[in-house]
């Protein structure tokens, strides 16, 4: 198993443009999370899936944060337009139904300048 | 809202001492509460969990306890070791139904010297 795999590990953008992450969760995995990590504010949910249905979006901090899961292998966190302090390391996690292991993709360091 | 508080948010300590972190949740239904492990640079990876129906867990020289009255959870790390040092997140979660959704606590940053 490959694990969660995310995509690209460095982006590095100037403030305006759009940005789009890309996370393909572990294979039978119902459940996909996208995070956000700042020292400032740590780890923080920002949105989560169940079979490719959005359940909580309550962390998306503003309108320029869009997530998709179009099905069950790929998801995307999308920001436009993105802006310096949106600047911060975006974990994908995915797990099974119930009290299991989230597995973290290895992350995406994001700088917008 | 939910809640969960970690303590201390630093912690140094001797190679072979024990090192306690401490957790506190807001929601009295949340039933599951995993602890998760950061090397610099690297992506959290669980290191030990447990349910709402056990007091205590341990895995070698991990052991989570758990006061559901009390609604605090502590992780103790026994004869640490220099590949102990890392950042440690607690967690708590009300898993019930499509509802599956990790509260972190605001960290640890545990350094172990030789």
């Known amino acids: 198993d490959a694990g969660v795999i995310q995509s690209p590990r460095h982006e590095v953008t100037e403030m305006g443009q759009e940005v789009t992450l890309r996370c393909k969760p572990i294979s039978g995995h119902d459940y996909l999370f996208w995070y956000r990590q700042t020292m400032m504010r740590g780890l923080e949910l920002l949105i989560y899936f169940n079979n490719n249905v959005p359940i909580d979006d309550s962390g998306m901090p503003e309108d320029r944060f869009s997530a998709k899961m179009p099905n069950a292998s790929f998801s995307t966190l999308k920001i436009q337009p993105s802006e310096p302090r949106d600047s911060a390391v975006y974990f994908c996690?995915?797990?099974?139904?119930?009290?299991?292991?989230?597995?973290f993709g290895p992350g995406t360091r994001l700088t917008v300048t | 809202g939910e809640n969960v508080e970690q303590h201390p948010s630093t912690l140094s300590v001797q190679e072979g001492d024990s090192a306690v972190i401490k957790c506190t949740y807001s929601d009295s239904a949340s039933n599951y509460f995993p602890w998760y492990k950061q090397e610099l640079g690297k992506r959290p990876q669980l290191i030990i969990d447990?349910?709402?129906?056990?007091g205590e867990k341990k895995d070698q020289r991990i052991a989570v306890t758990l006061n559901k009255t009390a609604k605090h959870f502590s992780l103790h790390i026994t004869e640490t070791q220099p590949e102990d040092s890392a950042v440690y997140f607690c967690?708590?979660?009300?898993?019930?139904?499509?509802?599956?959704?990790?509260?972190f606590g605001a960290g640890t940053r545990l350094a172990v010297h030789p």
């Open positions: 967690a708590a979660s009300r898993v019930s139904g499509g509802y599956n959704k990790l509260i």
């Open positions: 447990i349910r709402s129906n056990v």
């Open positions: 996690a995915s797990s099974r139904p119930g009290l299991s292991e989230q597995y």
